[in-house]
């Protein structure tokens, strides 16, 4: 099994690299790219997890329902996507707001949690087993610049936090060099380069966990 899971967020990349932009909060390109997913894992008979923030959940909660529909997971992306240098931000109150959100929307328990731009911190992963969360999947245990780079982490599931049942789900990377797969490696250098990753990783029985974003397939 592979695991393909979605980061479903309002547009803010410009804002991270201290830009601005017109579009910026926008959830249109997410909502567009959410359409192209569901049409193509349809036809491939493919099930996801789509990680959602509260900000679209609220914006777009009828495509919510849309995709839980289809058979895929929803999991909470926090509610809103700025957690990386964010003074300001309550992260308690943030998780437990996303989750609230989401189960208020779907009427069903939300089981999992990634943390906006892959955030993984032990006050992050003390407040998503507060709130009550299964597993988390921010750990991006790769050789990668800035704030991706975790290569001494585990590459299979754990418990990150000690006297809790929250389980860490890690993102997939090659097994030995640790680079990265998925999102901006999978999309420059091409579908031939997650699949080498995905079968070094299932040669050591560990399951691989690629992500994409659903702005990613709109223009």
Known sequence: ?????????????????????????????????NKVLLTLFRRHKVRATFFVTGTFAQAHPEQVREIRA?????????????????????????????KEVLEGILGEPI??????????????????????FAYDSSLHPAFAPGYYSRKDQPLAPFKPVKNSGLVEVPLAVFPKS?????????????????????????????????????LEFVP
């Open 70 to 98: 289809a058979g895929h997971e929803v999991g909470s992306h926090g509610f809103v996507h700025h957690y990386r240098n964010n003074a300001r931000l309550n992260i308690e109150a943030d998780v437990k707001k996303s």
């Open 178 to 214: 640790r680079l990265p797969i998925s999102w901006g490696a999978m999309r420059t250098l091409g579908a031939w380069w997650a699949i080498r990753a995905c079968r070094q990783l299932l040669e050591q029985r560990i399951t691989p966990n690629l992500y994409v974003h659903s």
């Open 111 to 132: 089981l999992g949690f990634r943390a906006p731009q892959v955030q993984y911190s032990p006050r992050i992963l003390k407040a998503v087993a507060a709130a009550g």
């Open 1 to 33: 099994m592979i695991c393909l899971t979605v980061d479903v967020e309002e547009y803010n990349w410009p804002a991270l690299r201290g830009k601005t932009s017109p579009d910026l909060g926008s959830t249109k390109y997410s909502f567009e790219g």
